[in-house]
């Protein structure tokens, strides 16, 4: 699985587990709610570091992409026909701003790097 699907199945979990605390509480069930403080606590310690996992790959891969040798701004026409664009440009990579490598590079508008001026 990816990290993303992984962060979301933790998330659901922890989701689950903070109804079943309410309900304890409800109840008054103390033992069920030291046991589902400490389930979140897991949990949300298991998602902490699977974000920082994916922080360090995003990062890893910015530095990749700002290793090749070109990058620009690309136009409106070719962002409008990237396939065509792509196959006339060996080894091209397109960063959007809006996606997470994009935040963490912090483009303002959609990039392309390549190994040679395109």
Do not use: C, W
């Amino acid at each position: 699985m990816n990290l993303n699907q992984d962060i979301q199945q933790l998330n659901n979990k922890i989701d689950l587990y903070r109804r079943k605390l309410e309900a304890a509480k409800l109840r008054d069930d103390q033992k069920s709610v030291l046991q589902f403080k400490k389930e979140l606590s897991t949990l949300s310690r298991k998602v902490a570091s699977i974000k920082g996992m994916r922080g360090a790959q995003n990062a890893g891969k910015a530095e990749e992409l700002k290793a090749l040798g070109f990058s620009r701004a690309l136009t409106k026409a070719e962002q409008a026909d990237m396939g065509k664009f792509k196959k006339t440009v060996r080894g091209l990579v397109v960063v959007h701003p809006l996606t997470a490598l994009g935040k963490e590079m912090g483009i303002s508008e959609v990039t392309g790097y390549a190994p040679a001026k395109f």
